[in-house]
């Protein structure tokens, strides 16, 4: 399968401790993006990435969040104290960058937090 | 500040029916994508249709169809015939055009909640 891969899919934890979730994205793809959906919402946006650098994040994105990703290819989202506000299925997509292809977005499965 | 309206927040329907969710946005840019995805109970969201604001060409494709009317803002989709496979939450987003092309940055409505019942 070489679509985008989430891990872990499913964490349940007590507020205050800190979770890591990691994104694969499609290999090719040098644009990766993090998304936050709440039960009855619609993804909202977090960041991106093109390659390596993080090219803009969304006032959603609280100082005890971080995103990385070092060598342009995997990311990891941190998320630091959590809150029972965090609690979430986090998004990850990839694409082709803006001057290739439609910029169509390949999500993968999510990530699901559960703050107790 | 772009934004995206799904005024339906569930629709029941019998297979074999046809079904249209409608889309509303609202945009100051010029220029602009609209998307239709789809998210089944796994979660994952899968691409159906895009269009750049350019592009008012209402297609059909199998039994899916879009209606984008810039006039009124809107952006709706028709299932036509449908199927028990159909039922998901489907989202309309909008995204800036740089370029040429989307960026990825995009605005979801809502959703639309879709059952079919056999």
């Known amino acids: 399968d070489t679509g985008v891969s989430q891990d872990p899919r499913h964490k349940i934890t007590k507020r205050g401790q800190n979770v890591t979730f990691r994104c694969d994205p499609i290999s090719e793809h040098n644009r990766l993006y993090w998304y936050r959906q709440t039960l009855g919402q619609g993804p909202e946006f977090l960041t991106y990435?093109?390659?390596?650098?993080?090219?803009?994040k969304s006032r959603l994105l609280s100082d005890r969040f971080s995103a990385e990703r070092p060598k342009g290819s995997f990311s990891t989202l941190e998320i630091q104290r959590t809150e029972q506000g965090d609690s979430a299925m986090y998004l990850c997509a990839s694409s082709l960058s803006v001057s290739v292809g439609t910029g169509e977005l390949f999500f993968g499965e999510g990530s699901r937090l559960t703050v107790l | 500040a772009q934004k995206v309206t799904q005024a339906q927040t569930e629709i029941s329907v019998v297979e074999k029916e046809d079904v249209t969710l409608d889309c509303v946005y609202e945009?100051?840019?010029?220029?602009?994508?609209l998307f239709w995805y789809k998210q089944p109970p796994s979660g994952e969201l899968v691409f159906l249709i895009r269009r750049n604001s350019f592009d008012e060409q209402n297609e059909i494709s199998g039994r899916y169809s879009w209606n984008f009317q810039k006039s009124t803002s809107s952006f709706n989709f028709t299932i036509t015939a449908s199927q028990v496979v159909d039922s998901a939450v489907y989202f309309c987003a909008l995204s800036e055009e740089i370029g040429g092309t989307s960026y990825g940055k995009l605005t979801f409505g809502q959703g639309t909640i879709l059952t079919v019942h056999p």
């Open positions: 990435f093109q390659n390596e650098a993080q090219l803009e």
């Open positions: 945009t100051r840019d010029t220029t602009y994508y």
